[in-house]
């Protein structure tokens, strides 16, 4: 395929405009709609190719779907390309290279909040489309745009843009989204670069777990305290709580780091790929972040009881924090939570539970043309599915799209990593000028 498109100059004075609007989604009290609307007006302003061809509907007060509509013989659902352009506050105490809301630009890089998430991915989708647009390209499907306004929120712009395109029958063909990016060393003990693609991302739910007492003296206590009932519940959530599955993401992710390891470690990962049991024990006796890999894990996270020193509590309650793991429910893990508590007298009530994800296939035409786009803007880079912890607006189109992955074509080190929802978040010009051309790429291979 030849390719005579130059991409437009100027990528990372736009991102820099972008970043100027503090559309901080948990402050919008305090900064009113106005740098929101000012954000959609200057989307306008940047890309007015996108706006002469697409037709753009608002959903909510802060969702914005684009359509771009594909040849005339396209058959089959279409691309959604999703990205927010909300971002999360600044902690006024950090102190930051460059103020957050300067939107400036450095020797090669722009810096500012939501450089990473989610406005660089945001401005990666709208160049290739502007881009492709100034050469006349018509893609082969229908291609949706999907931007919301209040992903850090936990707000409802994008599931109900999802919920409009499934009322009308459309059921989208590939759906990409934040999540993973290009990385060095994706897990502690390998080496390289590598495209982290979730496939799947994990449910979380919040339980309260609570007992009664009889009150009284401290004088002469009980044996079981409200108070002791209750730490005593906490105590038997402890890390075994659910047993440990890995799911077939994993086992994938595992082989395909494996292919690019030398030596003996790439051997033992690809063993590891093939024998998800011994994954899952070897994981979760990993602790931390590859344990959570591989199970539903329980955090409590807040407790209280008592109201005064020498009095007995007449109540006492804990907060417990569950990210459920694919292939299971949040009901079962209440149940899970009960059998575990062994304590009739202790009561688990459900404060909040979304569902984890389904988990969209490695082997189709999706993920292929995911690795496809892939080898024109990061040659060599391979394409690593993984299951994602965090939720991502995505999870909406998953439930009822198969094909939903969550990556933003950027390089990020693990310091820029750590930047987001932090401090000096930043993006290299040419990590966007790479993504740009993912993005192209993938839509010029959407036939
Ligand atoms: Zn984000």
Known sequence: MTDMTEPRPGIADRLSRMIQLPTVSAELEQRGTQPFEDFV??????????????????????????????APAASGGPLVLMAHYDVVPVDESDSWTHPPFAGVVADGVV?????????????????AVENLLAQGFVPARDVYLSFGGNEETYGHAAEEIARVLHARGVVPWLVVDEGGAVVDAPLPFVPGRAAMIGVGEKGVMTVTLSARGEGGHASAPPALTAVRRVARAVDRLGPTTFRPHASKAIGRMLGELGAQTPGIQGRLLRLLGAAPLVTARVFAALGGEPAALVRTTVAPTMQSGGTAANVLPSQATATVNLRI?????????????RRRIRDPLVTVRVVEASEPSPESATDNAQFALLADALAVSHPGVPAVPYVMMAATDSRHFHRYAPAVYRFAPLDMSNAQRASIHGVDEHVEIAALERGERFHRALLQRLG
């Not at 302003?45 to 007060?61: F, N, Q």
């Not at 793991?325 to 939570?337: D, F, K, N």
Request: no cysteine; charged share 25%; net charge negative.
């Open 111 to 127: 810096y500012g909040r939501g450089a990473l998430d989610d406005k660089g991915p945001l401005v990666v989708v709208l160049e």
């Open 41 to 70: 007006a200057l989307l306008a302003d940047l890309y007015p190719l996108v706006h002469e061809k697409l037709a753009l509907e608002r959903h909510t007060e802060f969702g914005l779907l684009y359509r771009w509509e594909g």
């Open 325 to 337: 793991a694919l292939g299971e429910t949040t009901q079962q893990a209440v149940l899970r939570l």
